[in-house]
């Protein structure tokens, strides 16, 4: 893999017992679990993941199911602006790392999930973390680069996008008061100096996270839902179009503004196809199903141009990414899946879409015609 795929090469991961702070439903189908856990929170950078056994400890089931399940950071104690923070710090659980906690949100589907939903506050799960490449937000989110950033988010996609709203929001605030030499709220006016903006996109307002805590971190938020339920009918590539080419438009010499997606493979593929045509760069954020997570098992491979090792032409998106340069990725020609996933009728197998080495194909989630995740994934025997 070229250098530049890999955004953010350093990190600190841990295998961390931590607590359930909060565990609550989101809308019909998501789920959002709070965990205390001063190394991970402190540590996270937007777009890194964290690996979770889906058995509360306390069930005796150490091996059942076997495999971790991966989430994205959603949001830190740090990262996240006070109004938005709710009341686990003030509940009377007496936990060790209550005061600096993360944040997970998962849409409860297969067998793991729904476990995890099961969670309570004061019970305690098995986590390795934080993993990956991240977003590579530090160098971004400086006042005087001004660099517009602009957030794609679909369906479970969301959830670092809006770490990365916070993120940003925050690090350029600090920026400001270090010159400044007076602390500015993110959202504070000249904090919007440096300009987040968020594309949502959804099946239906059923299906919709995450408006409220992007806006919430001072993002400008355009939502798009297939049924028009909410937002503007269609995909959310479109109000990204036209943005892109209203903030290409500007006078010469403005800065270039930087994409960073997540979601269904056909969603950041279509982000990526039309980042390349505006000339604009775009950091994705690929979720497969990742086995190990830890890049030993070869479970989670995608083609991609420049290849990383000697794994011919393939990357384990657990050690090289999640994120990565969207140039870096062979999107291949078939519309709708990565290679693991089965073309739909009348769609052939992409380039890549031969077995990988080391392993046979791989299972992936389902994904939808319109690209979100379906939830039906492959159980483990
Ligand atoms: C980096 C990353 C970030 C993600 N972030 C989010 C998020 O923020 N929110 C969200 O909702 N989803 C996210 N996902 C997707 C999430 O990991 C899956 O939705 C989740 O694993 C589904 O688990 P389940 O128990 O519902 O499904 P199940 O079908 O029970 O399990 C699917 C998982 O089990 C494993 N697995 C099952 N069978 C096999 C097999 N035969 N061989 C190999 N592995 C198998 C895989 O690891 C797979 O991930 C992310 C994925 C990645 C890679
Ligand atoms: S999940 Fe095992 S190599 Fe990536």
Known sequence: MSQEACLSPTRISTRTIVPVLESVGVGSSFHKLRLGGTAIARAARPGQFVHVLPHILRSGALHDPLLRRAFSIMATSSSTPTTARSTAASSSLKIVDEEEWFEILFRVGGRGTTLLAQARAGEELDVLGPLGNGFGLEAVAQPQAQRPLLLVGGGVGVPPMIFAAQFAAQTAALRLADVSRETLAPQHPQAQEFAV??????????????????????????????????????????????????????????????????????????????????????????????????????????????????YGRYGRICVHGPVLDARTVDWGDAQASPPGVASPPGVASPPGGASPPGGAQHPTPEHSPNGSWTGAMHSEK
Not at 202 to 211: F, I, N, Q, S
Not at 220 to 243: C, E, N, W
Not at 277 to 295: F, H, T
Request: net charge negative; charged share 20%; hydrophobic share 40%.
């Open 197 to 310: 903006e968020a594309f949502v996109g959804a099946r239906c307002a059923a299906e919709l996270v995450g408006v409220t805590a992007l806006r919430l971190a001072g993002a400008r938020v355009s939502v798009a839902t297939d049924d028009g339920s909410v937002g503007q009918r269609g995909l959310v590539t479109a109000p990204l179009l036209q943005r892109l080419r209203e903030l290409k438009g500007r006078a010469s010499g403005a800065v270039e503004p930087l994409v960073c997606t997540c979601g269904p493979w056909p969603m950041l593929k279509a982000v990526a196809q039309l980042c390349a045509e505006q000339d604009v760069e775009c950091r994705v954020s690929l979720e497969e199903n990742m086995p190990c997570g830890v890049g030993v098992c070869n479970g989670c491979v995608v083609p991609l141009l420049n290849t990383p090792d000697d």
